[in-house]
């Protein structure tokens, strides 16, 4: 059964007809029929169009500012907000109310969260910057895996709703992401509210079976005119299921990369959605590096580039030969817990297909030195590394300052 729902006090009764999808119309469909009837009936707001965005709509603010009125955001210290521009008003709420706010990274691109930190005495005008897409830019810092965030309550955005919670976002599924990968970082708990900011016409009837099992579902939906009180029932995702998780989803998200390797190392199964069919290919990849990087190790000197210095150092030539000519790239790994033995940084270096030609370990300094082919190779592993946490500690993965010739690694190597 659908929740309460309650008009709200001052509001008129709604003045749109609501969307009817068709029965048995797709969740493609009801977007469609959403972003149309948005679009055709005036209703629509900056920017537009509303097509294949959480829409912003006329009315936003005022759907917004009815969060103030729920205990669950009264009591709540710290909210995350999704940066989509009908939730603006949610997000200066917080900041307003002295909250900790939370704000997904735009497709999680640079790590999961920012945290938004109005400078000290900030006027209402700063605020109001701090709440938009250009404040969340200037006056936040990141918030890593190991920020150790405890989330409140949740807002996000969506396309469509019904009144019985079921939610249907623009169809890229970061929300649903978001969520999960919180649910793996233990910042939200099973009893943690999530709300929803739309318009009226934008609560519709959705069939259950449209549903998965990865979908995240709402609690409270707050409209320009009403505040429905969902009372769902339906279990919210219980953290990442990876087997619905592709290659290309992996590598357009750093921070995925990091969850992933962290749950494998404690057991989980993280076979991704596209693996099954290579499991058998990878597996015997990873021998065959595994045992050119055992043959290959011994302790040596490493000298004078990448800011080595004279430090013993353990080194996994696989490429006894660099092919090409010119300069190869080489990549500095630091902030390594001083109980990370070498064996694991190759394993993740593996997980995340960034295997270098050659890797300089110096455990002792807390750091390490891959060397690549090209740069353009070893921007793909910094990219692919970013936000890779080992035993608790973020690493800090670039370009080393100083860059050395094929020549000189090939000498070293055979030193």
């Known amino acids: ?88 008003g949610v997000r200066l709420a917080a900041l307003q109310a002295r909250k900790t706010l939370l704000v997904p990274t735009p497709r999680l691109r640079t790590g999961l969260f920012n945290k938004i930190v109005p400078p000290p005495d900030a006027t209402k005008e700063i605020l109001r910057i701090c709440a938009t897409s250009q404040g969340v830019k200037e006056y936040s810092v990141p918030v890593g895996l190991d920020g150790k965030a405890r989330v409140d309550l949740v807002v996000v955005g969506s396309v469509a709703v019904s009144e019985k919670g079921w939610r249907i976002g623009k169809g890229e599924g970061y929300a649903d992401m978001e969520y999960a990968m919180m649910v793996s970082m233990g910042a939200v708990q099973e009893d943690t509210p999530v709300i929803t900011i739309v318009h009226d016409c934008q609560v519709v009837d959705i069939a259950e079976e449209l549903l998965g ?70 597996n015997t990849l990873a021998a065959l590096n595994e045992k050119a990087m055992a043959e290959s190790t011994r302790p040596q000197a490493a000298t004078g580039s990448a800011q080595m210095g004279q430090h013993h150092v353990e080194s996994d030539s696989l490429s ?53 082919k090209d740069k353009a190779t070893a921007e ?29 690694v090939e000498i070293n190597s055979q030193k």
């Open 1 to 88: 059964m659908a929740g309460a729902v309650r008009l709200r006090a001052g509001a008129r009764p709604r003045l749109c007809p609501p969307v009817s999808p068709p029965p048995g119309a797709s969740k493609w469909e009801i977007r469609e029929k959403v972003w149309d009837y948005l679009e055709g009936s005036g209703l629509a707001d900056f920017p537009r169009p509303v097509h294949r965005r959480i829409p912003n709509f006329k009315g936003s603010h005022q759907a917004c500012c009815s969060i103030k009125e729920l205990d669950v955001f009264q009591r709540a210290r710290e909210i995350k907000v999704d940066p989509d521009k009908p939730l603006e």
């Open 213 to 282: 099992d990865h979908d995240l579902t709402v609690d409270y939906i707050l409209t320009p005119t009403r505040t429905i009180k969902t009372n769902c029932k339906r279990p919210k995702p219980q953290g990442i299921i990876w087997h619905k998780v592709s290659y290309e989803m992996l590598g357009k998200i750093p921070i995925l990369k990091s969850l992933r390797y962290r749950e494998k190392q404690s057991g989980k199964d993280v076979t991704l959605q596209d693996e099954h069919s290579d499991l058998a290919n990878a």
């Open 320 to 372: 006894p030969r660099l092919e090409g000519s010119g300069t190869i790239t080489t990549v500095y790994v630091g902030n390594i817990p001083p109980s990370v033995r070498v064996s694991e940084l190759k394993c993740a270096l593996r997980e995340f297909r960034a295997a270098p030609l050659r890797l300089s370990w110096q455990g002792a300094q807390h750091r390490a030195f891959l060397d690549y």
């Open 380 to 408: 793909s592993a910094v990219s692919s590394l970013k936000g890779l946490s080992l035993r608790g500690n973020t690493l800090r993965v670039e370009l080393a300052k100083n860059q050395r010739s094929k020549e000189q």
